[in-house]
């Protein structure tokens, strides 16, 4: 037989195990069969409003899971229920049917004031019209979250948080004083201050110029990751959409996930 191809048992040698080696193998296991507990987990979700005496079913049995540190666009035409999503994300307001998780808390069994609290903790809001009060400079619209909440070193954050958005040179100006973009900012600083793991944006360029509008949403992006929040913004903005990991299309009161790509019709979709 030729040498060459003649093996022996002393020329192959075992691959070499370590405690290294093991523990990866248990971690890699363990990561297949237990998944981390998404951020957000909702499921079978049922909402409907009543305009006059006719109910109109806005979510009809809507489910989907958000992991943390992700970012997620939902879809859909006016009046789908967008909205309505962020607000029962945010407690604000309570399904009909089906439940929420964050981290693992059920939302709908919280009373109003823990709600309050859970929102105060660990959820931001940017909205659409900005909701900046009047009459406090940007730096007091910002910090005013920190304060109610009793933080001691809540001016100090607030001047960093409007450092991040680069508005720190207008910190003394009133909203009436600041164009929308810079509002827009004030409000993404404010809902990002106290550091939450879950931010919702409602529309959050729906009022600003096209050129204005590309810089809120590159800021939110870039706050998104060096925060480590997770992003869940609604938008009829296709390419402001496909920048996110995901997304999803209310269509007839469920939930649809497409592929990030602009173009994506939704028979290309499929139950998120």
Known sequence: MNAALSLTHSSISAPRITLETVNQSYCDVTAMTHPPQPLIDAQNLCLQYVVGDKPIMVLQGASLRIASGTTVAITGPSGSGKTSLLLLFAGLEQADAGNIAFEGVDIGGLSRDV?????????????????????????????LPLQMAGVAQARELAIDMLQKVGLLARATHRPSQLSGGEQQRVAIARA???????????EPTGNLDDKTAGSIRDLLFRLNHELNTTLVLVTHDMA?????????????????????????????????
Not at 116 to 121: H, I, T, V
Not at 192 to 202: C, G, I, K, N, Q
Not at 251 to 270: F, K, R, S, Y
């Open 115 to 143: 709600r309050a609290d859970l929102r105060r903790d660990s959820i931001g809001i940017v909205f659409q019209s900005f909701h900046l009060l009047p009459s406090l400079t940007a730096l007091d619209n910002v910090a």
């Open 192 to 202: 990002l201050v106290h550091r939450p793991s879950l931010l919702l944006a409602d």
């Open 240 to 272: 402001f959409a496909t920048r996110c990991d995901r997304v999803l299309r209310l269509h007839n009161g469920q939930l649809l996930e497409t592929p990030p790509v602009i173009g994506v019709e939704d028979n290309d979709a499929v139950p998120a």
